[in-house]
């Protein structure tokens, strides 16, 4: 009876290990895909990107809820930012650290460029993606319209041009 429960012990054991070192999708363990699945779902809570409701309707914010903002003078799909020097001052560049930008309920291409100091600056549809430095707190959309050239973003990457512009 012994020598039957020091094999099944090691018939668990040698289970157990096998199972454990592959780690891979298709395992049938619990624990494996829990964590798989907690940490996968991890980026999609902190999405680099997500929409909200604001007075011009719903746009594309940062996972803290700031406002983003497209440049008419960027070209879309060049590869490059038309807002250099005291352009950024005013109008920051929305960056990422990831390979690939997430996002939540945006329906836009989502892509980066890379900027003169070597960052990877988030693109929708083509285009660079701006903060506005006057906007404070989330919900702000102090930088729509501005000197007709600046505009929020819509959820699928148009630029939101039919609300009220900003005077600043």
């Given at each position: ?60 914010v940062d ?30 560049v929305f ?74």
């Open positions: 009876m012994n020598r039957k429960v020091g094999l099944g012990v090691a018939v668990v054991a040698l289970a157990a290990l096998l199972a454990g070192c592959g780690g891979s999708p298709g395992t049938t363990a619990t624990p494996a895909p829990t964590a798989t699945s907690a940490s996968a779902s991890s980026p999609a809570v902190a999405a680099d990107l997500k929409t909200a409701s604001s007075s011009a309707g719903q746009i594309v996972s803290k809820g700031m406002s983003l903002y497209f440049f008419t003078k960027d070209s879309k799909d060049s590869g490059t930012s038309a807002c250099t020097a005291a352009c950024l001052a005013a109008w920051p960056t990422t650290t990831a390979d690939t930008p997430t996002a939540d309920g945006v329906t836009g291409t989502l892509g980066t460029i890379a900027t003169p100091d070597g960052k990877k600056q988030v693109t929708l549809n083509g285009l660079p993606l701006y903060y506005f430095a006057q906007d404070k707190k989330p919900g702000d959309v102090l930088g729509q319209g501005v000197n007709d050239v600046w505009y929020l973003v819509s959820p699928s990457g148009e630029m939101v041009k039919g609300a009220a512009t900003s005077g600043y």
